[in-house]
């Protein structure tokens, strides 16, 4: 078998050829990876919103609560004249 220059050739075509498939699957995978970080950001940021959201819900329940005793107490002097 002999080894011609256009044997030669054509392996380095082929070589090229997956150098440049090589960096395309590359970029695309520092894409994906760029977009999932984005994703895990967003996912954080809404974990704390969530939590916040808890947060503000006791404390509305909590004024509630304080609110509607306060009511109760002026409901009771009210009966008691005072």
């Known amino acids: ?8 050739l054509q392996i380095i075509i ?3 050829s997956l150098s ?3 960096g395309s699957i590359t970029a695309r995978i520092k894409y994906l990876e760029r977009k999932q970080d984005k994703h895990n950001n967003v996912l954080e940021r809404i974990a704390k ?6 947060s503000a819900h006791q404390k ?3 004024l509630h609560e304080d609110v ?5 107490q002026l409901s009771d002097k009210k009966r008691g004249g005072y």
């Open 1 to 8: 078998m002999e080894l011609t220059a256009e044997f030669w």
């Open 68 to 72: 509607q005793k306060i009511n109760d």
């Open 49 to 54: 919103a969530e939590a916040s959201t808890v």
């Open 20 to 22: 440049a498939f090589s």
């Open 14 to 16: 082929y070589i090229a």
């Open 60 to 62: 509305i329940k909590q």
